[in-house]
């Protein structure tokens, strides 16, 4: 059972920045595009599907600015970034919902079964904390997906 995972946008490439830039770096690229997609610096000549995208863009800039141009909800998205990063990095072999995991009632812990022979084994405090799940016997990893992720 595998699920898509929650894609959020990439506001530096919205405004063609890097994290690295400084804040007036991503300033300077923010008004660049502002001006250049601002509906009312739009030519008059334009097709309704041009101006529509012209709008759309101008929008999604504004957006990103709003959270690359304030320092504390830059700081969260950057952190929630590397946080995303950090998981694609692990080599994820599969995606399994807690409701396909068997509860053990004496031992009080959830497993699953992996191709090699081994377990996956996880408490409840382990899915509090993180998600990701080694094979006791193998060097297979899982993503264990919360009812909420569905």
Request: a negative charge; proline letters at 3%; charged letters at 35%.
């Amino acid at each position: 059972m595998s699920s898509e995972p929650r894609t959020e946008k990439d506001w530096y490439s919205i405004l063609g920045a890097r994290p690295s830039d400084s804040p007036a770096e991503l300033r300077q690229k923010y008004q660049k595009l502002a001006l250049l997609y601002h509906p009312d610096k739009q030519r008059r000549d334009i097709s309704a599907e041009q101006e529509a995208e012209g709008a759309r863009k101008f929008i999604e800039i504004s957006q990103a600015w709003k959270i690359l141009g304030n320092e504390e909800t830059k700081r969260t998205y950057d952190l929630r970034r590397r946080d995303g990063e950090m998981t694609r990095s692990f080599p994820v072999d599969n995606q399994i919902h807690i409701e396909d995991m068997i509860w053990h009632e004496d031992e009080e812990y959830y497993y699953y079964s992996c191709r090699c022979g081994g377990q996956y084994i996880a408490d409840k405090s382990d899915l509090q904390q993180t998600s990701l799940v080694n094979c006791d016997s193998c060097s297979l990893i899982i993503e264990i997906l919360q009812e909420a992720q569905r």
